[in-house]
């Protein structure tokens, strides 16, 4: 070949390689087969879940042309939606919001799909940069007995003690707690001494005309966040562990049949909390975990007991919060021999809380939720979304540069959930958590309002327990 026609083969060769068109990344490419698909999801509004609605949702229609709608409501709503719509079959949605609690349930209902079997079956599906591996420990609650995947974690944190920086730090605060108490001013570790701060902070509020409180408490007289916050956040601390029902004694609750549900320890725990909500800011009668947050960020509490996803804006988005580099973070108060059990593994310190997103069987749309569902999951998106909302699902996240710089802002947190989480814990693997729940709630209730006495409710609520477990067909 001579030296021109050389030139005018490379000329040719470039010429055809120019005309072809690029390769498409990934998700340009798997997107493809789904154009004009929409997915819909429903998930409760909380800083994690507006972070896909307006963030994660429109980078992920950019990428792959799937149009992705989230619907974001209340807690109650978001359950009664998603589960009604898997039982009816209706496939009004694509992604539904797990919460820890409630995975048990939906998994021995068949409601979901399973997320590593489909990527095994279909590797079409399986975005490269996708790897259940990657995910922290907390993942393991969204596996079923076969160790696959039935939901993708979106959010994983802990429900910790925030104090005021400034109130503890404050000279004249000080001095005036040494002088009423004899002692120094630190965040507690004892309930005994949670109770000594709160009650001076309320008086001392009082006395200066300060609008301060002593503690926050999550008591909502008709909600089912005051349930959660006595069993899963305040009860363990006193050493009652999985709401006092022993599945090793035919699931037991009642102190009777080996439960511990109306256990001395347990009404103590009650007794203590109600006697926080009773010097607690006037709103906490009708707080959930959205109006405890609020109320911290407002400055209206010296200390209190405050979800994990809140945090970050608590501490450090003064658009909305007036605390803002003013809070600090510890672990919560405990009784002797709780932390013992903690680090053996009989028991827990709180409550490790969190969600997944999962898909439906009932969808219509099971494959392109798939691949939105990877997208959520990879490293790469995991940053950003842990300095907006304070969650990590992933491993790496904690060693990005802006996790980092957030953990200095935030007290430590991401340092707490790296190396304490394992102190936590999620609820208990029950498929009845929500039955029980209901069957109990409105007597826990009538115990807030005052209609019962609290030793007496919680013998109440043991007794009902048992019942619903017998009609349910777990006590045999």
Do not use: C
Request: hydrophobic share 40%; aromatic share 12%; no cysteine.
């Amino acid at each position: 070949m001579t030296f021109m026609s050389k030139v005018s083969a490379i000329a040719l060769t470039i010429g055809i390689v120019s005309a072809s068109p690029a390769w498409a990344d990934f998700w340009s490419d798997a997107g493809a087969k789904f154009k004009g698909v929409t997915l819909h999801g429903v998930t409760e509004s909380t800083p994690p879940s507006n972070y896909i609605k307006d963030v994660l949702a429109p980078e992920f229609e950019k990428k792959t042309g799937i149009k992705v709608e989230i619907e974001t409501t209340s807690w109650d709503q978001m359950y009664d939606k998603g589960i009604k719509d898997m039982e009816a079959g209706t496939g009004i949605y694509d992604m539904v919001y797990i919460e820890q609690d409630i995975i048990y349930a939906y998994l021995a209902r068949n409601f979901l799909v399973d997320i590593t079997g489909t990527l095994k079956s279909d590797p079409s599906l399986k975005a490269p940069t996708f790897d259940e591996a990657k995910f922290t420990t907390f993942a393991d609650y969204f596996k079923g007995a076969n160790g696959d995947l039935y939901g993708v974690p979106m959010e994983a944190f802990l429900k910790l003690y925030l104090y005021r920086l400034d109130l503890f730090n404050d000279p004249k605060v000080k001095d005036a707690f040494k002088k009423k108490t004899g002692k120094d001013l630190k965040p507690a570790t004892t309930h005994e001494e949670y109770t000594e701060i709160a009650e001076f902070f309320t008086q001392w509020g009082k006395d200066s005309g300060e609008k301060i409180w002593g503690s926050t408490a999550q008591a909502h007289t008709g909600h089912p966040a005051s349930w959660y916050e006595y069993f899963e956040s305040v009860a363990p601390t006193f050493g009652v562990y999985n709401w006092g029902i022993d599945a090793s004694k035919n699931y037991a609750a009642t102190v009777a049949n080996g439960g511990t549900m109306n256990s001395d320890k347990a009404k103590a725990a009650l007794k203590w909390w109600l006697h926080l909500r009773d010097i607690a800011p006037p709103e906490s009668p009708q707080s959930t975990w959205t109006e405890v947050a609020t109320t911290f960020a407002a400055g209206r509490a010296a200390q209190g007991l405050v979800y994990g996803e809140n945090a970050a804006w608590i501490a450090s988005d003064a658009t909305k919060s007036k605390v803002t580099g003013k809070v600090g973070i510890a672990l919560p108060p405990l009784s002797q021999g709780v932390m013992a059990d903690a680090e053996s593994g009989k028991g827990y310190i709180g409550y490790y809380d969190g969600g997944a997103f999962g898909v439906p069987v009932t969808s219509k749309n099971k494959e392109a939720a798939v691949l939105f569902l990877q997208y959520i999951g990879q490293d790469e998106v995991q940053p950003k979304w842990a300095v907006a909302a304070p969650r990590i699902t992933n491993k790496a996240t904690y060693d990005s540069p802006e996790v980092k710089e957030m953990n200095g802002k935030l007290g430590g947190y991401y340092d707490m959930l790296r190396d304490q989480g394992k102190l936590f814990a999620g609820a208990p693997p029950y498929p009845f958590h929500a039955q029980v729940r209901e069957a109990t709630a409105p007597i826990f209730y009538d115990i807030l309002t005052g209609k019962i006495a609290p030793d007496a409710g919680l013998d109440a609520m043991a007794e009902k327990a048992e019942q619903e477990l017998k009609t349910l067909g777990y006590r045999k």
